[in-house]
Nanobody, 115 residues
Framework: QVQLVESGGGLVQPGGSLRLSCAAS????????MGWYRQAPGKQRELVAT???????NYADSVKGRFTISRDSAKNTVYLQMNSLKPEDTAVYYC?????????WGQGTQVTVSS
């Protein structure tokens, strides 16, 4: 089993920044990919960003140039640096990890962008 613990969400004004963290622990052998998704009220969960084993990254068009995904492989931790936040970025953010052939999800952390 793999456990994911997220942190870093909160309330921020438009134009502000937040950094999310997601630490994976448990029976981890190889992490093939890590990512962030988000779900706003009344909407489906959507991809925000992913990073795969070789370090390649992928972003949703809506966050390109504003968000950066990174990882610390030694700590099995993935980060999401979010800059120039907009009200439409308000959502619950979930991290996921693909490891040992299984996709694991975190419990989610709320990000609210409002003045």
């Amino acid at each position: 089993q793999v456990q994911l613990v997220e942190s870093g969400g909160g309330l921020v004004q438009p134009g502000g920044s937040l950094r999310l963290s997601c630490a994976a622990s448990g029976s981890i052998f190889i992490i093939n990919a890590m990512g962030w998704y988000r779900q706003a009220p009344g909407k489906q969960r959507e991809l925000v960003a992913t990073i795969i084993r070789d370090g390649s990254t992928n972003y949703a068009d809506s966050v390109k140039g504003r968000f950066t995904i990174s990882r610390d492989s030694a700590k099995n931790t993935v980060y999401l640096q979010m800059n120039s936040l907009k009200p439409e970025d308000t959502a619950v953010y979930y991290c996921n990890v693909f490891s040992n052939g299984v996709l694991y999800w975190g419990q989610g952390t709320q990000v609210t962008v409002s003045s």
